[in-house]
């Protein structure tokens, strides 16, 4: 349910609605648009008395929110959400609405020495973000699993170094301290889609966390994990489209381009697609991140390696820097067609 307040309703009459909100037993969680505030109401609806909270000073109406995710809906919040990363040290870019943001790296972190070579590269090239996985989720438990706090450390000083918020992978709740103490934005990987008590403890942080869609999960399946994240507090999700399982086996995974406008009208969320893990070749990278952005995304995450060949994770589809460079580009043409711009 949503609480939509009158224009011009004074800060007193928003306080007074959130308290009988919390009073019968629901949580208020307010999203102040250009011309209104409204008050979304997370909780068990049947205590919630309507006619009394639409009796009260300020409220123009209270509506139902048909879709199952409450505050993730557009009906919550009508303009597209802007999520600011970084800050700090490192400058605070911007991803939503008109901002468009570029996160590249290698998949894991190798060792500090090709850390900071690609990020200087991918910097160069026009990468906004660094990207780089200290924990990995590795499909044989045999395969490198990352470095660890290690690499959250050289990735720190690399990010601070270069001017560039660092984005990186946590797998576990055992493990949100310690990534939230380095980390600009969380990544929650597709495999974690669904672990419910990782989004719930993310949600508890007031870290940005770029949300990967499940291999076989729905929109609204995705959603509702965002709704995980939202729902404790933590407003900052940016979803990321990565591809699906299906009968296809040409490309590692089939990138879902329609998800991108479905997502627009149902929800406010940023989403950026992952053309390398969906591609699983670099050849076939840069058409699916130019699919994704003339879908309107905002943005992309990309693998980049200068020495693909020997990488430890996922080299076939790592991008040479060259080749980003070329790509980033385009990609800013692409952007500008669209109405967006590449921070
Ligand atoms: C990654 O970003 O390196 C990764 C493992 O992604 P995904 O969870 O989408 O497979
Ligand atoms: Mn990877």
């Not at 123009?60 to 557009?74: D, G, N």
């Not at 270069?162 to 992978?169: Q, S, W």
């Not at 020997?310 to 820097?321: F, H, I, K, R, V």
């Amino acid at each position: 349910m949503i609480v939509v307040m009158n224009s011009g309703a004074s800060q007193a009459a928003i306080d007074r609605v959130a308290s009988e909100i919390e009073r019968m037993g629901g949580r208020p969680h307010l999203s102040r648009g250009e011309f209104r505030t409204v008050i979304g109401i997370v909780g068990e609806e049947v205590t919630i008395d309507q006619n009394h909270l639409a009796s009260l000073d300020g409220v123009e109406k209270v509506v139902p929110i048909m879709k199952p995710y409450k505050l993730a809906s557009r009906e919550f919040h009508e303009e597209d959400s802007v999520i600011d990363v970084g800050g700090g040290k490192v400058p605070q870019v911007k991803v939503g609405g008109t901002h468009a943001a570029c996160i590249a790296g290698p998949c894991t972190i190798e060792n500090e020495q090709m850390l900071w070579t690609i990020a200087r590269q991918v910097r160069s090239g026009g990468a906004s973000m660094l990207r780089g996985g200290a924990f990995k989720p590795r499909t044989s438990p045999y395969s490198f699993q990352g470095h660890g706090e290690p690499a959250l450390k050289w990735m720190r000083a690399c990010g601070d170094e270069l001017g560039m918020p660092i984005c990186t992978e946590v797998m576990d709740t055992r493990q949100v301290e310690l990534v939230d103490r380095y980390a600009d934005a969380m990544q929650i990987g597709a495999r974690n889609m669904q672990n419910f008590d990782l989004l719930r403890e993310v949600g508890k942080t007031n870290k940005p966390v770029l949300l990967k869609r499940g291999l076989a999960a729905t929109v609204k399946d995705w959603l509702l994990s965002a709704e995980y994240v939202l729902s404790q507090g933590n407003r900052r999700v940016i979803l990321c489209e990565r591809g699906m399982k299906t009968f296809e086996d040409s490309v590692r995974f089939t990138l879902d381009i329609s998800s991108i406008p479905v997502l627009h009208e149902w929800s406010h969320l940023p989403v950026i697609v992952d053309p390398s893990h969906a591609a699983g070749r670099r050849e076939w990278v840069g058409s699916i991140a130019a699919a994704g952005m003339a879908a309107g995304a905002h943005g992309v995450i990309v693998e980049v390696h200068y020495n693909p060949a020997e990488a430890q994770c996922d080299g076939p589809q790592a991008l040479l820097p060259e080749r980003f460079a070329e790509l980033m580009g385009q990609l800013r043409q692409i952007a500008a067609i669209m109405k967006k711009e590449f921070a």
